[in-house]
């Protein structure tokens, strides 16, 4: 059996080699040519896989080690009878911190509180219910939409569109990029969109780049509307505009969901995706030796601080947004390189969180993001 594997997924050197003769290519490689009597390829959704890929080779099986599959033609596929898998929720903790580094940076650097501020989360699948639940245990509001989960589960748990965008003060997109049907989200965030919103509301933008149309959020950025906004996905990535990037408050390299777990979670799913098709042995197989932090305890002290403040130095331990963003200003044209580079960041229950004078209330909250506590006085 031949495989033909993105060079840049972590952790699989070595896994499928006693099954197979397996080949690591970057991703600009994986063309047509060099996948044609391959078996199967393991990408990222950097690779299309559309007939130009497609067409005249051997392939059976896609194996996707990320959570979106906006980049496989499923209908082609489906034609040519070739089975594709992607990675559902594999990174959705990851992304979840990552949020939580951008509510905490929008409410510190523009003055505010999050606690019951209205947060509106567009797209409630595996990410967006987990922010849901970060969204609580800060203290925020929460509001729902999810047309397609609405249809099938009823109206109870969701609000209209109109409802997120006149009472939200932030704005979370966690939505699969769609061209077409009632669910369409190619550009969904257009100048109509951002208008509508309540004034001074920012919005997050973690899903695909292409849900928003850029020239229309750049011209309302420039009118003074929104409150702000943080972009970690972008239109014509790894093109990203320039002149977009120096308007918003951060933006990052489509890192959100990068954590060690997350990618650990991606390529697991595929191996396994790919065990379980060829009747190999690694139905169970999951990454050992994942890296661990440079700071796996985190000693706060929490005397005359409030709540959130002492949340946001925690979370900024574990995860600072504003250093992708840093990186990122210095060398746009360096997206992708960022990206291969991207340092060791762990998920929350990595950490353990030593406090000092913390309240039991405040333990609860930590507890219910993840992080492994212990309160002294």
């Known amino acids: ?145 999810d047309p397609p989960r609405e249809r099938v589960e009823g109206k109870k748990d969701f609000d209209i569109l109109e409802q997120i965008l006149t009472e939200s003060n932030i704005i979370s997109l966690h939505v699969p990029l769609t061209k077409k049907g009632i669910d369409k989200t190619y550009h969904m965030v257009d100048k109509q969109f951002l208008q509508k919103m309540n004034p001074g509301c920012y919005i997050i933008n973690s899903s695909r780049g292409s849900v928003i149309n850029e020239l229309d959020l750049m011209k309302v950025v420039q009118s003074g509307k929104p409150g702000g906004v943080i972009l970690d996905v972008w239109e014509h990535e790894p093109d990203i505009n320039p002149e977009l990037l120096n308007l918003i408050d951060i933006g990052t390299p489509h890192i959100a969901g990068y954590s060690q777990e997350g990618k650990a979670n991606g390529t697991s799913m595929s191996v396994r995706a790919i065990s379980k098709f060829f009747n190999l042995e690694l139905d169970k197989w999951f990454p050992e030796n994942i ?71 405040l333990l609860e909250k930590l507890e219910a993001l993840g992080f492994r506590v212990r309160n002294y006085s």
């Not at 994986?30 to 896989?49: F, G, L, P, S």
């Not at 005397?303 to 250093?323: F, M, N, W």
């Open 1 to 145: 059996m031949k495989i033909v594997a993105d060079d840049k997924i972590p952790f699989l050197k070595g896994v499928l080699e006693p099954y197979s003769n397996l080949r690591y290519l970057p991703d600009f490689l994986i063309t047509n040519k060099e996948i044609r009597d391959a078996d199967a390829i393991i990408i990222r959704t950097v690779t299309k896989c559309n007939d130009k890929l497609l067409e005249g080779t051997a392939v059976k099986f896609i194996a996707s080690a990320s959570i979106g599959f906006d980049n496989i033609d499923t209908e082609y596929c489906r034609k040519y009878n070739i089975t594709w898998t992607n990675a559902p929720g594999c990174n959705s903790s990851s992304v979840q911190q990552y949020i939580a580094s951008a509510l905490l940076h929008f409410a510190k650097h523009h003055s505010f509180r999050l606690s019951n501020k209205t947060l509106g989360i567009v797209g409630v699948g595996n990410v967006g219910k987990k922010v849901a639940g970060l969204a609580t245990t800060l203290g925020m509001n929460v509001l729902l939409n």
């Open 291 to 361: 890296p661990q932090p440079d700071n796996p305890e985190i000693e706060v002290d929490c005397t005359g601080k409030s709540e959130e403040d002492i949340i946001r130095e925690i979370i900024h331990s574990t995860y600072s947004i504003e250093k992708d963003d840093a990186r990122l200003r210095q060398s746009p044209e360096k997206f992708e390189d960022i990206r291969g580079k991207y340092p060791v960041r762990r998920e929350f229950p990595a950490f353990k969180v030593i406090l000092k004078n913390g309240t039991s209330g």
